[in-house]
């Protein structure tokens, strides 16, 4: 089955530490996307995608980082510089074509240690 | 600025009762509009999209939407609510049909359904 997958399900980062989540989609879809869920603050774009080595900041980018390298893989990286990483991340991927909606992974759920 | 908002933070209604979830957006030009809905600790899922045509959508799981242009809303409905319908949905917003596929979310609204 086509779809997207997030892993890991739960990460726990140290302090001074990076982490990388990590986003494969097998849908064929040219723009990819990285979004941080807070309680209460709905979605907020962290970066996107839209084709192969090219990617752009989103409205809250700083103390974060993405390569798109392969059209199927959109990783994203923590860094130390983001001083609140807790929270829930969702990545997402949409096709070409007539509007097309976003589809969605599982999630990563992000924990300070 | 453009934007989407979702007026309610929560909806309660009997199983069995219609129910609605509002959505009311500003942007400028034609607006294309998403309902998702999310269940605890996983993705969103797609229900319906507006872009143009009959202003009653009809999607998945029975749920339907209705755009109302003159009072920029987009009312996501369904005729008899399941306690399994019980969720956080949000809207959104795609204002540019060029190639920024970029949305504009809601914060969502939790909708409880009780037995």
């Known amino acids: 089955d086509g779809g997207i997958t997030q892993s890991p399900k739960y990460l726990f980062r140290k302090e001074g530490q990076n982490v990388t989540l990590s986003c494969e989609q097998n849908?064929?879809?040219?723009?990819m996307y990285w979004y941080r869920q807070d309680p209460g603050q709905g979605l907020r774009l962290i970066y996107y995608s839209q084709i192969v080595n090219d990617f752009q900041k989103g409205d809250i980018a700083e103390g974060y980082s993405v390569s798109r390298e392969k059209k199927e893989s959109f990783p994203l990286t923590v860094t130390s510089a983001q001083k609140n990483p807790t929270a829930f991340y969702l990545c997402a991927s949409s096709g070409g074509g007539r509007i097309q909606p976003q589809h969605f992974g599982d999630g990563t759920r992000l924990s300070i240690l | 600025a453009q934007s989407v908002a979702q007026p309610e933070d929560q909806v309660n209604v009997a199983e069995g009762n219609p129910l609605t979830v509002k959505c009311t957006y500003s942007v400028s030009g034609n607006p294309y509009l998403f309902w998702y809905v999310q269940y605890p600790n996983r993705g969103l899922q797609f229900l319906l999209k507006?872009?143009?045509?009959d202003n009653l959508v009809k999607g998945s799981y029975g749920f339907e939407a209705e755009f109302n242009k003159s009072q920029t809303s987009f009312h996501l409905k369904k005729p008899s609510a399941l306690v399994s319908d019980s969720a956080l949905y949000f809207c959104a917003v795609r204002p540019d049909a060029g190639n920024n596929r970029k949305l504009i979310w809601g914060l969502g609204t939790s909708l409880a359904v009780n037995p």
């Open positions: 849908l064929n879809h040219d723009a």
């Open positions: 507006y872009i143009t045509g």
